[in-house]
Structure formats: C-alpha cells, structure tokens
C-alpha cells in the first residue's frame, strides 16, 4: 500500500474532488514493476474520470505546482457545446477527449450518457503555442507554429456535428487529418477544402449517428459550413445584446462575456430529441461532474440571464421545470425512521434535479432522496426576477395556478416553529436533515418576492406574503443567536456541531430577505472566524469548517454571494475585493469559474466549469456592485 484516498464502503466517504498524488517509496521500485488501483465508484460509468495519469520523478511534480502557483493556472480543459453536442479539449494531451452526443451526462437514473468519440487528435508533430477561446466565446482556438486549429459546435446551424478546422498555407495543412476512438454508435467524417485569403480552411466535420440519433445529411453539412468567425460573430451578438455595465474592467468584461458564453452552453437546445430537455440549464458543462439540471444551480443561472437581459433563454428555463413530467413523486416518502418526509401537497418544481429525459431526480442513496424545499422558494424567486425584469406579465397571468401550487407547497411545510421543517438542506445531506435557515430564508424571499408580483398586478397575494413573513419571524426568532447572527439550522444547539456555522447563511442577506446593516456586519465578524478559509481576510469563504474535503475548502460561489451583499448592505469596498479575487483567478484560467479553489495553493478543483455556481453567480456579483 502506497497510498488512499476517500474511504471503502460500508463507510464509504467520497473524495471525487481531490487530486490523487502517492509517493512511492525507493526501496519498493524493482527493475519491473506492478502497480495496482482500487477504486470505488458510487455513480457515472466508473474509472479514472479525469486529471493526469501519470509517473513522474517527485522533483519534476514540485516544479509543476511551482509553476501552477506561480502563474495562478490550474486548469487546462476548454469545453464548446451548441445546446445539443458538446466536446472537450484538453491542451496538455492536445487532444479533444470526449466528444458527447448530448449535453447533459444522464438520459435517466440507470443510463449515462457515453461519448461518440474520444481521444481525438491531430496527426501532427508539432506542439502547441497557445489554446484558448476566441474572443471569449464556444469557439477554441489551438494556435501551432505554421497553423491553427478551431475547435467548436454550431450555433448558427443547430446540428449535432463537431467541427474542426485546419488553417495555414497548404504545404502544412495537406498533412493534417485526425484520428479517434469509437465509443458509442458510429461516426462518420467529412472533409472539405475552402480558400481564405492567403490561407486555406480544412474542414473536418464530425457526424454520428446510434439508437437515439440519426446521421446527418452530410453532403448538405459540407455544403452550408459555419466558419468560426460566423460562429464568434453569433456569439458576440449575444454579448452585445446583454446589459453589461459600461464601468466593468476590461478583465471582469472578459469573465463576463465568458460567463455569457458558458451559460448559452449549457441550455439543452430546441432541437434536442427528448422533447421534456429542451430548456433545461446544466450545473456544469462537461468535463464537469455535474452536466446535470439542478434547480438550484438553475436559479441562480435564470436570474443571471434575466438581468442581463436573455430573456428567451430565462422563460424556456423557468417554463422547462414548470413543464418537466413527471414530477411529485415525493408528496410522500416514508424514511427509515418511520417519519413521512415527503410534501405532503403538489410541488411541480423537482426537490433536487432532472436528468436528460426532463424526469425529476432526487439523489437517492442508502439513507434515501435529498428533498429539498428550498428549490421550490429559489424557483419562485427566479421567476420573479424573470418577470420584473422583462415585464412579461403574461407569463405570470399563464402558470398563475402552477406558481400558486408552488408557494401552498412551501407554506403546507413551515413548522410549529415557523421555519421549514427538516430537509436536505443546501448542501445535499440526504435525510433526516435539518431546520436549514438556508431553506427557511430562500422559501421567505421567493414567497415575498413573487407576492409583490402579484400585488402589482392586482392578483391575491396576502397568502404568499402571509407565509413569507412567518418564515421571516421564526427565523429570527429561533436562528438569531446574541442579536448577532444567523446560525445555520435551528435543529444544532451546540457552535461546535457539524452545520452550525453554515456559509449558506449569506444568500439571507445577498437575497435581500435580511436588510439590516448593522446585524450583516456582525454576522460577517462571527463567520470569518469559522468559514473564512485560514481565517485570512483575503481569502475567500468554505461551506463548512469541517473534516470533510470537499466541504472545508474554498467555495467562490459563496464568497460571490457575500459580495453581492457587501453591496447591498454598504460594505462596497469589500464587495470589489471578493469579484477582484475570482476574477484574477478567472483571468489565468480561461475566463471560467471552478466549484472550489483549493485552500493552500488556489488551485482549481471540483466541476469546472460551474454555470449557476460559477459564471451566473460572478455575474450577479459584478451587476450588483456597478448597479447605482
């Protein structure tokens, strides 16, 4: 044994997020050797899924996190996705690795989505000088000495092919063609020469077809090509229609435009062939653990493609969930411990996610489903900024009963307390749960918010409103500790329990439910003692000061979410050093924003790129603080 991470079952305990790296001993290296992996795997289609595999001298590995520090760089995957394919490039093996046939990684519970192709490479000697994205759009640009390679899918065609495209003099691209590794269903390529200039374009052009999806019409494909500038021009179109400050910097203009970028990525297309898809916004692009549609996550992105203005993309998300079927499989669900756990009444909104096929998910493992009330308060909210910020009062008018059902499903579970009762919480631990102020706090805020609506445009609303200000009272009544912060949940008593001091607390302020400046300032002093990473003010913020690695490491969605309220609550300077921090990182790291950076080295960790976590909350963050 050289070496573990995580823990075998029967306790089992995941460490999916951290890097492997065993030193082997001197005395066990033979002249030949054996070296054997033992791996444990509780969901996905097993194996090694990412990272670098290899052996390497100890030497070597310190320069290379030297240099990784040193730079601020860490991630090296760039991912172009139109909605319907998506393909990944990995710029250290100058490979494309996977290409998908679909977005998200899960048709259903039992079935993942495996790639058509991967490993696919340019049959060149030559290595690379750059890649990155052009102009901060889906389209990757390999730049090699004598010429350069695009990577990308298309917007402005809507086809299930991945293209790429050789440019350079034809002495050099003439010996350029690609080789790859079926996977799942069969491939065909097509190839097509075009001149450009002093240049020529070699286009390959990567069709498919398997069980669910049929070839396309490739004669017709080589015909009508979508050029990368075509396709950076659909892209820049879509920045130039977003409110983007004027006063943004140039770097946290880059983040943004990414971040837009990232976003359209990750809304499965019209076009998609699971008709209940269509509209659904992944957590996480590939390479990404989480390609799937948590309602969460999707909050958070629909809020963020509403203020900046991408109304069509924020009604096909809201109206995806409202749609997806079937849903309410968990108005009852008797747990283990005899208790009925479910919610007792119609919810339509998923409690956790939705797989591929647009069927509600929720988690389940050997201590049952995550339920989680809070996505049907973050639901409401989102749909609540949808429609104050583009006006439609249609939409409102239109699911005027489903909004309804929604809300009586939020009030039908505030407790005795007049909190929410026992759940998941934010953070996904399954059951019995806790009294999660998180949930308590985004439930109050979607009520409030949506009864506003409702008021403005002469609809009932006492029964929202009613319902959003018992939440509020019996969260300051049972989670205000000294008048001077919010505990986590109301279930612990003890400051030293598990979920105590609980970084979700923040959304109580940035969501604008808690406007006390005075009581932000002193809940902020309490926390940066406990969830502040090393407790150094210049750093950023973790879930949990726990044991646990993938909890106690640091979080930028919630740092973002403590600058969105820094702002909102007159701690502006604060607020620009939080966004100064992720966007620095961003800037070295593709313009994209991780799951965690790692506590001692910054590096970036978990799924990458996060979408609702990730590029929408850095969003938010940068529109809060420039709004006047």
């Not at 961003?586 to 790129?609: C, F, M, Q, T, W």
Request: overall charge positive; glycine content about 8%.
């Amino acid at each position: 044994m050289i070496g573990a991470t995580g823990k075998f079952p029967p306790d089992d305990q995941s460490a999916w997020d951290a890097d492997r790296k065993y030193l082997i001993p001197r005395k066990l290296i033979q002249k030949n050797n054996v070296i054997a992996i033992r791996v444990n795997n509780g969901i996905g289609d097993g194996g090694i899924y990412g990272g670098s595999l290899m052996l390497m001298a100890k030497k070597d590995y310190d320069k290379q996190i030297t240099n990784q520090v040193k730079s601020k760089k860490s991630y090296y995957q760039l991912t172009t996705s139109n909605g319907l394919v998506v393909a990944v490039y990995n710029e250290r093996s100058q490979t494309v690795e996977n290409f998908y046939p679909h977005i998200f990684s899960y048709y259903d519970s039992g079935s993942v989505v495996k790639p058509v192709l991967r490993d696919i490479k340019p049959s060149v000697s030559e290595k690379t000088l750059s890649a990155g994205y052009t102009d901060n759009t889906h389209v990757i640009e390999v730049k090699y000495p004598y010429f350069t390679i695009f990577y990308y899918t298309s917007f402005t065609k809507g086809n299930k092919i991945f293209y790429a495209v050789v440019r350079g003099q034809d002495n050099y691209i003439n010996k350029v063609n690609f080789v790859g590794e079926e996977v799942s269903g069969r491939t065909t390529i097509g190839t097509v020469k075009k001149k450009n200039g002093a240049l020529t374009d070699k286009y390959f052009l990567f069709g498919f077809t398997d069980t669910l999806n049929t070839l396309p019409d490739m004669q017709l494909a080589l015909q009508q090509i979508p050029s990368p500038e075509d396709e950076v021009k659909y892209m820049k179109n879509v920045f130039a229609s977003c409110k983007i400050p004027k006063r943004v910097t140039f770097s946290e203009r880059k983040v943004i435009e990414q971040g837009i970028s990232v976003i359209k990525m990750s809304q499965v297309a019209e076009k998609e062939i699971f008709p209940l898809a269509k509209g659904q916004v992944l957590a996480s692009l590939r390479p990404g653990v989480w390609a799937i549609c948590w309602v969460r996550d999707g909050a958070f992105a629909i809020e963020a493609m509403s203020k900046l203005g991408l109304y069509d993309e924020a009604k096909k998300a809201l109206e995806f969930m409202l749609k997806a079927s079937p849903t309410n499989q968990y108005v009852s669900y008797l747990h283990t411990d005899g208790i009925d756990y479910g919610i007792g009444v119609p919810y339509i909104i998923s409690l956790t996610r939705y797989f591929g096929n647009g069927r509600e998910e929720s988690d389940y493992n050997e201590n049952g489903p995550n339920i989680e009330i809070d996505d049907l308060g973050l639901f409401l909210t989102a749909f609540y900024h949808y429609v104050n910020e583009s006006g439609d009062r249609t939409l409102l008018k239109r699911w005027d009963k489903e909004i309804r059902i929604i809300g009586n499903a939020i009030i039908h579970n505030i407790n005795e307390k007049g909190i929410i009762r026992r759940d998941s919480g934010p953070w996904e631990h399954h059951l019995p749960g806790k009294e999660f102020m998180w949930a308590s706090g985004t439930c109050a805020r979607g009520l409030q918010l949506v009864s506003e609506l409702q008021k403005k445009f002469g609809m009932e609303y006492q029964t929202f409103e009613t319902g959003a200000s018992r939440l509020y009272t019996g969260i300051m009544k049972n989670c205000l500790i000294d008048g001077s912060y919010i505990k986590g949940n109301a279930t612990e008593q003890n400051p030293t329990d598990h979920h105590y001091f609980d970084a979700a607390t923040f959304e109580l302020f940035a969501s604008g439910l808690i406007r006390d400046e005075k009581l932000f300032l002193t809940h902020m002093q309490e926390y940066n003692k406990h969830n502040r990473v090393g407790g150094d003010v210049a750093k950023g913020y973790m879930r949990f000061n726990s044991s646990d690695s993938y909890e106690n490491q640091e979080w930028p969605f919630a740092g973002l979410r403590v600058a969105v309220a820094q702002k909102k609550l007159g701690s502006i300077s604060e607020s620009k050093k939080m966004i100064d921090r992720i966007t620095l990182y961003a800037s070295r790291n593709h313009n994209l924003v991780p799951e965690i950076l790692s506590n001692d080295l910054g590096l970036y960790k978990g799924a990458i790129p996060m979408v609702g976590y990730g590029s929408a909350a850095y969003i938010l963050a940068v529109l809060e603080y420039y709004k006047k």
